[in-house]
């Protein structure tokens, strides 16, 4: 499994971004939960938002709460993180990651694919 993320950049606060990240490398992600998770310098890898296949099975991190959305077009093996009213301490670089489950996953140690990474930057 191959994971793409895009979509970040330099956005002031309050603003908006929508990241991406478009898997490859199977036939099909059916059963493949994906999620989103952030780092930022100097602290440890923080749990952001995750969705299972169908979508019945979402999960956010107190962080993103009522701002952040997630969704996922399985029709192109790509999940979105739409991420609204944004604040500096979001400025992190996002990963994306994967992983075959039922329920959408939290503990990043469980996913087994990661993305490269895409740095969001919110200026005050």
């Known amino acids: 499994v191959q994971l793409q993320a895009s979509g970040g950049g330099l956005v002031q606060a309050g603003g908006s971004l929508r990241l991406s990240c478009a898997a490859s490398?199977?036939?099909?992600?059916?059963?493949?939960?994906m999620g989103w998770f952030r780092q930022a310098p100097g602290k440890e890898r923080e749990f952001v938002s995750a969705?299972?296949?169908?979508?019945?099975?979402?999960n956010y991190g107190d962080s993103a709460k009522g701002r952040f959305t997630i969704s996922r077009d399985n029709a192109k093996n790509t999940v979105y993180l739409q991420m609204n009213s944004l604040k500096p301490e979001d400025t992190a670089v996002y990963y994306c990651?994967?992983?075959?489950?039922?329920?959408?996953?939290?503990?990043?140690?469980?996913?087994?694919?990661w993305g490269q990474g895409t740095l969001v930057t919110v200026s005050s």
């Open positions: 990651a994967a992983e075959f489950g039922i329920v959408a996953i939290t503990d990043p140690g469980d996913y087994d694919y």
């Open positions: 969705i299972n296949w169908s979508g019945s099975s979402i």
């Open positions: 490398g199977r036939r099909t992600f059916r059963g493949v939960v």
